[in-house]
């Protein structure tokens, strides 16, 4: 990977409508095609024929993503408060150091595991029919997550392939974090997890 060091560095590039050009970098700020947001002081490439951005360096896509992520997304349900307290005993499992924005995340460990496929669909529809029978017994509580945008479209893919609420997922999650976390001896995943909290609180 080649690091560009400043501005005025070029290079070759393909514009869009001009064909092989030379490109020049500078600092700008830019805004995403949908015009949500913008990325500061990024370091670009840019068409020395039209002036177009069309180039963005490897180092400067972490500051790109996280321009990005700051469109969050607010995902809020209501649930009967023993889903929420088996997230709260499982993350108490994991680490000490555990807040409840330790929920969000290990919500969507899960999250990411029905989409990449590492559990399977027919399990989802078990946990939601196991869920839909239990009395869930306490208040209802609130859960408030704030998602970035990519979070989002992930459970929103989770949530279109299992024809589940928002609501029903939870749930769905939070008996599954029970079966996995709470009630084996040897919790599942835990080592994976343990590391993920300490990054998470270093
Ligand atoms: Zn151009």
């Known amino acids: 990977m080649k690091l560009y060091r400043e501005e005025g560095d070029h290079r ?8 092989r050009v030379t ?14 947001a913008i990325a500061r002081d990024i370091l670009v490439g840019r068409c020395d024929t039209c002036g177009d951005v069309i180039l963005v360096p490897a180092q400067s896509t972490p500051a790109v993503a996280n321009a990005r992520s700051a ?3 607010s995902f809020e349900v209501n649930v009967p408060s023993v889903f929420v307290e088996m997230l709260d005993a499982a993350a108490a499992r ?4 555990a807040t ?6 290990l919500f969507f460990f899960y999250v990411n595991r029905y989409a990449h496929g590492q559990e399977t669909s027919a399990g989802l529809a078990t946990l939601a029919k196991r869920s839909a029978e239990l009395e869930a017994g306490g208040p209802a ?3 408030s997550m704030k998602l970035s945008a990519f979070a989002n479209e992930r459970i929103e893919t989770v949530l279109q392939r ?8 939870i749930k769905c999650v939070a008996l599954k974090v029970g079966d996995d ?8 995943h835990i080592g994976q997890l343990t590391v993920l909290a300490d990054i998470l609180y270093a």
């Open 12 to 19: 070759e590039a393909l514009c869009h409508q001009d064909g």
């Open 23 to 36: 490109a020049t970098f500078e600092y700008r700020d830019v805004p995403f095609s949908d015009g949500r």
């Open 71 to 73: 469109q969050q997304c």
């Open 94 to 97: 994991i680490t000490p150091l």
């Open 100 to 105: 409840p924005d330790f929920r969000k995340r």
């Open 141 to 143: 509580k609130r859960l």
């Open 162 to 169: 299992s024809s589940l609420t928002r609501t029903e997922l």
């Open 181 to 188: 976390i709470v009630a084996p001896e040897r919790p599942r």
